[in-house]
């Protein structure tokens, strides 16, 4: 089993909520809820590149990866990784597939357990923002706007996710889990509200060798 698909396990099983990400935030600053809104307001579907980096307790770096994100929302996304190897993650609203390309398996477990408490809720789904998280102004070093969101879930591994932004758009976002380990995600390319194929949000599985069923 592969570094990549157990860091994204992490964000998907162990974290309990993978990919790309706001659900609820509970209002602790009107401007910091509204910078969020902002955002998300008539965000249909989304498409944009993506860099991500992973890093253990003492910092160190366990993985890059690359790839593409599709969002259509509510409960619709798809993670494609080119490398460093091929995989895919499907959530179709009901269910989330994670896709070995190179095994032709494929695992999946029930969206709404394995996505609660994580970045996937954010964009994915349409709930009130006042549902899932505590949200806090970060100091800019950089020239985004940093806000950060603290699970309200006690049930999940997931310490604290920050959200940067650019002028216009969601930049960045790092996520810590209670094992001191640190995903960040950089966004570029981004498109909203264009056409999506709905097979995009769909596994086949008579085309797969294994279709592992997690719960």
């Not at 990919?19 to 609820?24: D, F, H, K």
Request: net charge negative; with cysteine.
């Amino acid at each position: 089993m592969s570094l990549q698909y157990l860091s994204f396990l992490s964000l998907i099983q162990r974290v309990a909520y993978c990919g790309i990400l706001l659900g609820g935030i509970s209002i602790a600053n009107a401007a910091d809820t509204n910078r969020v809104d902002a955002y998300l307001a008539n965000l249909n579907t989304l498409t944009a590149e993506f860099e991500q980096y992973t890093f253990n307790a003492d910092h160190t770096q366990m993985l890059e990866a690359h790839g593409t994100l599709y969002l259509q929302r509510p409960g619709r996304f798809r993670w494609e990784y080119d490398s460093p190897t091929q995989q895919v993650i499907v959530a179709d609203g009901k269910r989330v597939y994670l896709h070995d390309i190179d095994l032709q398996q494929v695992s999946h477990q029930n969206q709404d357990e394995a996505l609660r408490g994580t970045p996937a809720l954010l964009l994915a789904n349409r709930e009130p923002i006042a549902t899932h998280f505590t949200i806090n102004t970060i100091e800019s070093t950089d020239g985004r706007d940093w806000v950060e969101l603290t699970p309200k879930d006690q049930d999940t591994d997931v310490v604290k996710i920050q959200l940067g932004f650019g002028q216009d758009t969601l930049d960045s976002l790092i996520m810590q889990d209670s094992f001191g380990q640190e995903t960040r995600l950089n966004f570029s390319q981004a498109q909203r509200n264009t056409t999506l194929k709905p097979e995009l949000f769909k596994i086949e599985q008579n085309e797969m060798d294994d279709f592992l069923q997690m719960d």
